[in-house]
């Protein structure tokens, strides 16, 4: 599974942005969908979860601001990121997950005060 991430970039506080992964090779039907993030000199953290059956976890500094989806039909998940905050700057990663993990290369946000 190949993964391509795209949408990051600069926008002030309260703004925001939305961000795609689309997925190659596979059956993306099946595989659960993750956006994680790190932010400079952190660990990578986990952003929002789909799963096979859109349920969807996420982490409770974004809960009520972030909605993740997936659109099984174009192999692609997004992260619609409302209410942005400076601390939500990072490098923002698309992750597949089945019996194995697979990455994307990560799109950078950056969110100014």
């Known amino acids: 599974v190949q993964l391509q991430a795209s949408g990051g970039g600069l926008v002030q506080a309260g703004g925001s942005l939305k961000l795609s992964c689309a997925a190659s090779?596979?059956?993306?039907?099946?595989?659960?969908m993750g956006w994680y993030r790190q932010a400079p000199g952190k660990e990578r953290e986990l952003v929002a979860v789909?799963?096979?059956?859109?349920?969807?976890t996420y982490a409770d500094s974004v809960k009520g601001r972030f909605t993740i989806s997936r659109d099984n039909a174009k192999k692609t998940t997004y992260l619609q990121m409302n209410s942005l905050k400076p601390e939500d700057t990072a490098v923002y990663y698309c992750?597949?997950?089945?019996?194995?993990?697979?990455w994307g290369q990560g799109t950078l946000v950056t969110v100014s005060s």
């Open positions: 789909i799963t096979s059956g859109s349920v969807t």
């Open positions: 992750n597949a997950k089945m019996r194995s993990s697979y």
């Open positions: 090779g596979g059956i993306f039907a099946i595989y659960y």
